[in-house]
């Protein structure tokens, strides 16, 4: 199976302010695909961004960016101006080409945006 | 566009009782998923499936069973429930390979 670590079980931020979740994982493909999840306290899980292994340029979504660097596995996500709706935990996923498509998740990542 | 519906929200069952949660979509998504979410050990793969009629194991199977006559429908059955399957259950659904994952609301099981 495939590995996907995150480190940081809980995070805090204080709010306007930047903060990176770090993300890891382990694998011998070439081509996969990571994502970062978000779930809110309602439970919805709720992509937050995409990126695709065989790009270069790191993906980004309004105040969300990712530094994916492919040789180091690392895929960390950035939040810039945290807001409060921002607290949530984060899920970490890797997905490579196979029968089933499916996603590996990290452990999550709880993160509190404080006032 | 209702995306993926899973019920119940909620359930608390008894020792070796059965039960089954539903999950649709109306996407027309091949793949299905079913997850379960236990604290500090993220979402962990039970079963899946890529197309009506086919289905199989993921990480975790033990004490579940699937079954997905059609595109929309893949309901995941507990036999005989046991305190280690109190948890958060999701059903998720991808359109194809590296494509994002659209989830239900999930269920919360509690087995006691």
């Known amino acids: 199976a495939q590995t996907v670590t995150q480190s940081q079980p809980e995070m805090s931020v204080q709010e306007a302010e930047t903060v990176t979740l770090s993300c890891t994982y382990d694998t011998s493909e070439n081509n996969y695909y990571l994502f970062w999840y978000k779930q809110p306290p309602s439970r919805q899980m709720i992509l937050v961004i995409r990126q695709e292994a065989y790009k270069q340029q790191n993906a980004t979504e309004n105040r969300f960016s990712v530094n994916f660097q492919k040789a180091a596995k690392s895929f960390s996500l950035k939040i810039s101006d945290s807001q409060l709706g921002d607290t949530a935990m984060y899920f970490c996923?890797?997905?490579?080409?196979?029968?089933?498509?499916?996603?590996?998740f990290g452990t999550g990542t709880s993160l509190t945006v404080i006032p | 566009n209702a995306g993926v519906t899973q019920t119940p929200k909620f359930r608390i069952l008894k020792i070796g009782q059965s039960m089954t949660l539903q999950c649709t979509q109306d996407m027309n998504h091949n793949y299905m998923y079913w997850y379960r979410q236990d604290p500090g050990m993220g979402l962990k793969l039970i079963y899946y499936?890529?197309?009506?009629?086919?289905?199989d194991k993921g990480e975790v199977p033990n004490g579940y069973n699937v079954s997905r006559s059609t595109t929309e429908d893949f309901p995941l059955r507990l036999e005989l429930a046991a305190p280690s399957q109190t948890s958060v259950y999701f059903c998720a659904s991808i359109r194809g390979m590296g494509t994002e994952a659209f989830f239900g609301q999930g269920t919360r099981l509690t087995v006691v």
């Open positions: 499936s890529v197309g009506a009629g086919i289905t």
């Open positions: 996923a890797f997905m490579k080409q196979n029968t089933g498509n499916q996603f590996y």
